[in-house]
């Protein structure tokens, strides 16, 4: 089974300041067929169903605001929030698709100093 | 657009059984896979069990398996979840998810296992 780990816990940012979020897996979610990282990255707010975020490791998903980006391959992959914005006050999830069991982080609790 | 409404939560004793349902809208139910992702209060995130757009076969969290039971009713477009000697810990909000290139998730049922 792939474990999904994710760093920091918990992170407190300045609002307009860079937020990161880490995410690694025990084994390379890369598919070498077609080159993709089956790796999704989620915000949840409280009483909200996740929100899909990023895709593929970092295809953004229709509406979500450029603020947000991932990037990483393999094992080791980042969330990025340029300018942090009141509303991206939630805990972020990364989550892998490679194959079952599906898993998810723990999730990194995002908030503002 | 795409919706998914999960129903057929609520309170049920240890050992009890509860049949949840996701009733599906907006896109054409039998060519995609569905699954059942749980959250227990105040936790993280647990995918369940995964049944393909065909039903051919299905996949279950090692936490489930030979409990639950995930089907689909492609003429009703509707995802099932069969739970059966039901535990405390499976005290939850379950969500039903459309696979695919992108997740997509409904607004989950309560499940709540007490005595």
């Known amino acids: 089974d792939i474990v999904m780990t994710q760093s920091p816990d918990s992170l407190a940012v300045s609002l307009g300041e860079r937020a990161t979020i880490n995410c690694k897996s025990s084994?390379?979610?890369?598919?070498?067929?077609?080159?993709?990282?089956?790796l999704a990255w989620y915000q949840q707010k409280p009483r909200q169903p996740p929100k899909l975020l990023i895709y593929w490791a970092s295809t953004r998903e229709s509406g979500v605001p450029d603020r947000f980006s991932g990037s990483g391959s393999g094992t080791d992959f980042t969330l990025t929030i340029s300018s942090l914005q009141a509303e991206d006050v939630a805990v972020y999830y990364c989550?892998?698709?490679?194959?079952?069991?599906?898993?998810f982080g723990q999730g990194t609790k995002l908030e503002i100093k | 657009q795409v919706q998914l409404v999960e129903s057929g939560g609520g309170v049920v004793q240890p050992g009890g059984s509860l049949r949840l349902s996701c009733a599906a809208s907006g896109f054409t139910f039998s060519t995609y896979g569905v699954h059942w992702v749980r959250q227990g209060p105040g936790k993280g995130l647990e995918w369940v069990a995964f049944?393909?757009?065909?039903?051919?076969?299905?996949y279950y969290a090692d936490s489930v398996k030979g409990r639950f039971t995930i089907f689909r009713d492609t003429s009703k477009n509707t995802l099932y979840l069969q739970m059966n000697s039901l535990r405390v810990d499976d005290t939850a909000v379950y969500f039903c998810?459309?696979?695919?290139?992108?997740?997509?998730w409904g607004q989950g049922t309560m499940v709540t296992v007490s005595s």
């Open positions: 084994q390379s979610v890369l598919y070498s067929s077609n080159n993709k990282n089956y």
């Open positions: 989550q892998q698709y490679y194959n079952t069991p599906y898993s």
């Open positions: 998810v459309r696979d695919g290139d992108h997740w997509i």
């Open positions: 049944i393909p757009y065909d039903g051919s076969n299905k």
